[in-house]
């Protein structure tokens, strides 16, 4: 369509010298805008973030090691009728804690599934015993009290709470 | 809502703990066996974290609570499932006074918190059952 390609290029044009307009003007686009430099690239996350999302990542792993317990042979994973409550309240420990977590559109993070996928993930082991179960815990318990320093208060709280759940669940567990 | 100081956060759980010291007498009396053994160390854990708690306060400059000489209870305990029913209510009130002192911003309050909430819950989940998603969170 003859009448529409020229405007195209006209503004591809437009949109290419807008920097060197600027640079020639002796401004930076951040003197234009009042915001950050929209050039500049994606501002990096700030430490509350990426602290949330590693901890969100420990959580999906944790629930992978209960679902790959639950799918193993019950006979070798004794109180096994206590996983599926547990594996309930790590589900929703992964919850809401990806409630806490705000990205953008498209970003690694926020195109995360609702829930975590029903296979286990590929460094997840072939069978998990109540003891590798029990060890997460704790140490998921510790990382999160760890943790507690470098958030705001409310996380903080939220990340107490966790580990405290953690914690009770070392103990039906056995451990 | 106005920052919360470690003074006020340590005597919120102070206050909890002199209640859990006198709802675990009213338990303990109708609990037997292994289940008012339990309540009597559960008992003499408050009381230290009791201690504990003044030496703290003290130790920042200021004043404890003073415990009252009796409290209400919430529900009326006349045999051992309301005893432990009581028990594990006592012990969420404590795990929520602990989880006041994570949210303030000196680091080793917010550990000793968090360390003292795994405590109270891991007692309630004792009493209760069964354990919880949010110890010390609304659900």
């Not at chain 1, 020639?24 to 050039?39: E, H, N, Y």
């Not at chain 1, 639950?70 to 096994?80: H, I, V, Y």
């Not at chain 1, 929703?92 to 990806?98: A, E, K, N």
């Not at chain 2, 909430?117 to 110890?135: C, D, H, K, L, V």
Request: contains cysteine; hydrophobic residues 45%.
């Amino acid at each position: 369509m003859p009448d529409i390609l020229p405007r195209r290029r006209t503004l591809l044009a437009s949109a290419a010298t807008l920097p060197l307009l600027l640079a020639t003007a002796g401004c930076r686009s951040s003197d234009v805008f009042t915001g950050p430099d929209p050039l500049a690239g994606r501002p990096r996350p700030a430490p509350d973030v990426i602290t949330l999302a590693a901890v969100i990542a420990a959580e999906e792993n944790l629930i992978s090691l209960y679902r790959t317990a639950l799918a193993g042979d019950s006979a070798a994973t004794a109180r096994s009728s206590d996983l599926p409550a547990l594996l309930a309240q790590h589900e929703q420990h992964l919850t809401r804690l990806r409630a806490r977590l705000i990205q953008p559109p498209g970003t690694a993070t926020a195109a995360a599934s609702p829930r975590p996928s029903a296979k286990p993930s590929a460094a997840a082991p072939a069978r998990v015993t109540i003891a590798r179960l029990c060890a997460a815990e704790r140490a998921s318990a510790a990382g999160l009290v760890r943790r507690l320093a470098t958030v705001e208060p409310a996380l903080a709280q939220l990340f107490a709470s966790i580990a405290a759940s953690d914690a009770t669940h070392v103990t039906v567990l056995g451990g | 809502m106005g920052e919360i100081t470690g003074v006020s956060a340590l005597r919120a759980a102070l206050a909890a703990e002199d209640a859990a010291i006198y709802g675990y007498g009213v338990a303990g009396a109708h609990l037997s066996g292994g289940r008012q053994a339990a309540a009597e160390q559960y008992w003499e854990r408050h009381n230290k974290a009791r201690d504990t708690l003044t030496a703290m306060i003290y130790a920042l400059g200021a004043q404890p609570v003073t415990a009252q000489a009796s409290y209400s209870l919430p529900f009326p305990v006349h045999d051992g499932t309301s005893a432990m029913a009581l028990a594990a209510y006592i012990e969420d009130g404590v795990t929520r006074a602990y989880l006041g002192i994570v949210a303030v911003s000196d680091q080793r309050l917010r550990d000793f918190g968090a360390l003292a909430m795994q405590n109270s819950a891991e007692r309630a989940a004792y009493w209760r059952g069964s354990t919880q998603a949010f110890p010390g969170l609304a659900p």
